[in-house]
């Protein structure tokens, strides 16, 4: 079967697959090396490891594994490249970041075919985040002939001048969902500040960070710029963040990983990004559009597997509506398509990893213990049809789930379950809403629908989370700030804000008028 994607030419599994299988092929033929100083390079001692697709955890790939040793050879190179970068004007670094967007745009068929495989997202999903790469590149290129700017400041016998500057080589750690965009959306920033990198992308998803560095060398950025190691995060990640020629890292991934690497860089002093994990709300009033709520909900826990810090799941509904709600989003929810990720109709596709499939089902057993309903869902897929690799026997799939029910004191309420798993609460009053919402270690994002305006700047503002959407699913300004807090992060990016990170903020003062010295050895 064909099916038309916005106007575009018809595709097919078939034929993703058959392109799928064109674009892999380089990975079969040898392995995945790493890049360290303008050079493509194996692992000092030679070791790599094993890439499976989650599709039927069938081998895609041999990687190299990264030691000290190359992660030495890598900070090193950054180090030492970081002058000239750092020294050359933003406008000649934009160019070469457009230059970079470009090529992402050329190639975001091969990327986004080759990460759906990689991560078992659903190419639906796969298609807008290689483009969201090339946007991420295009938004800070712009930015980057400002970069350094910064304020003056007046007082009545002195003058501030304050600019910015890059702080060095900086080490960025990217996880396994949506590898690609996010891994643009922390190096595209740095390069625009005129930082060096060395980037160790997860080792669960590797392949387009191979590609990302491949672009980036031929859009004509200098060697030693932009660094890749793979490897494990206990041992290539480790290295890299007790690294002393690493100033700072930047880190999207797992809470408890944070909290590793923060002990792990404390002997160094660096600086950190983190974006973390979330338990995010999704607050239904009954004034609210309950069916633009209810698609709202189903997107943000559904979509991209359910594998997102972002996502919407725990669902609190107001008391009244609670039931009509729910059963709202049972018949829509079971609608939606569990399938091979390289089939355009498909929203769900395989959880990324054996491990992670066990995680996250363990939570049937769970919600069952806990007195809660499995209203929908509940039980793994074992019958999706595909012939890549002669079959999707994996059994990494599983159905959109919702939970009813529940209350906030629950595990399938506190904990990240990271997949596409919802628990609905029930509410009574716009102050009980408030104290649910916040009652978990998390508070990266939350989703508010309410028809009074009031009501909305009420909520909002008490909320505990970085980021708040207002009758809205997630939709990125790239110009606004990105982040958590509590347990989900520390920082911002997006705008300005990602430059607070890669640069320092140096002050002058000019006296403008002689003043009084204190003369102490009078």
């Not at 004509?220 to 932009?226: A, E, R, T």
């Not at 490897?231 to 290539?236: A, I, K, L, R």
């Not at 309950?290 to 189903?298: H, K, M, V």
Request: contains cysteine; neutral net charge.
């Amino acid at each position: 079967m064909r099916v038309l994607i916005r106007g575009r030419k018809a595709v097919s599994l078939q034929e993703n697959l058959q392109k799928a299988e064109k674009y892999l092929k380089r990975f079969k033929d040898k392995p995945i090396l790493n890049h360290i100083n303008g050079q493509d390079m194996p692992a000092s001692d030679g070791k790599t490891f094993e890439v499976i697709s989650p599709i039927d955890l069938k081998p895609i790939a041999q990687t190299a594994h990264g030691t000290k040793a190359d992660i030495d050879s890598a900070a090193t190179a950054a180090k030492e490249a970081f002058q000239e970068w750092a020294g050359i004007s933003g406008v000649a670094r934009k160019k070469i970041l457009h230059k970079i967007a470009d090529i992402i745009e050329a190639r975001a068929e091969e990327i986004s075919l080759v990460e759906s495989v990689d991560t078992g997202q659903a190419i639906r999903f796969m298609a807008k985040a290689a483009i969201r790469g090339a946007e991420n590149f295009r938004y800070f290129a712009d930015m980057a002939p400002t970069a350094r700017d910064g304020q003056s400041l007046y007082n009545e016998s002195q003058i501030n001048i304050t600019s910015r500057k890059p702080i060095g080589a900086i080490g960025i750690i990217t996880p396994w969902n949506t590898p690609f965009m996010l891994s643009t959306w922390k190096i595209a920033p740095a390069l625009a500040s005129g930082c060096t990198i060395v980037h160790k992308p997860a080792e669960l998803s590797p392949l387009t960070a191979r590609l990302l560095v491949e672009i980036a060398t031929e859009a004509g950025l200098p060697k030693g710029v932009w660094n890749l190691v793979n490897g494990m995060g206990e041992d290539t990640g480790r290295a890299l963040t007790e690294h002393e020629a690493i100033k700072a890292i930047a880190f999207v991934g797992e809470s408890r990983t944070g909290t590793m690497i923060t002990k792990q860089g404390a002997d160094t002093l660096k600086r950190y990004h983190f974006e973390l994990g979330g338990k995010n709300p999704v607050i239904v009033f009954a004034n609210s559009d309950l069916e633009r709520a209810a698609d709202a909900a189903i997107f943000m826990i559904y979509s991209l597997n359910g594998e997102r810090c972002t996502s919407s799941s725990r669902l609190l509904v107001e008391e009244s509506i609670y039931d009509e709600f729910t059963l709202m989003v049972v018949s829509k929810a079971k609608n939606i398509k569990v399938g091979h990720p390289l089939d355009p109709k498909t929203v769900i596709g395989p959880l990324i990893h054996p491990t992670h499939f066990d995680k996250v089902t363990s939570y049937f057993d769970i919600a069952k213990a806990e007195g809660a309903t499995i209203a929908l869902g509940g039980e793994p897929v074992q019958d999706i049809e595909s012939n890549f690799h002669g079959n999707c026997s994996g059994n990494c799939y599983v159905p959109p789930t919702l939970f009813t029910n529940a209350h906030n004191k629950m595990r399938i309420a506190q904990e990240e379950i990271f997949g596409p798993v919802l628990t609905a609460i029930p509410f009574k009053t716009e102050q009980d809403a408030i104290n649910i919402a916040n009652d978990v270690d998390y508070g990266l994002a939350a989703y508010l629908w309410t028809d009074n305006t009031q009501q909305a700047l009420r909520v909002s503002d008490a909320l505990e989370a970085g980021m708040v959407w207002v009758n809205s699913e997630n939709l990125r300004h790239l110009p606004s700030p990105f982040g958590g807090m509590k347990y989900s992060g520390i920082g911002r990016d997006g705008g300005d804000w990602s430059f607070d990170f890669y640069m320092e903020t140096k002050n002058i003062g000019f006296a403008t008028k002689p003043h009084k010295i204190p003369q102490l050895g009078a």
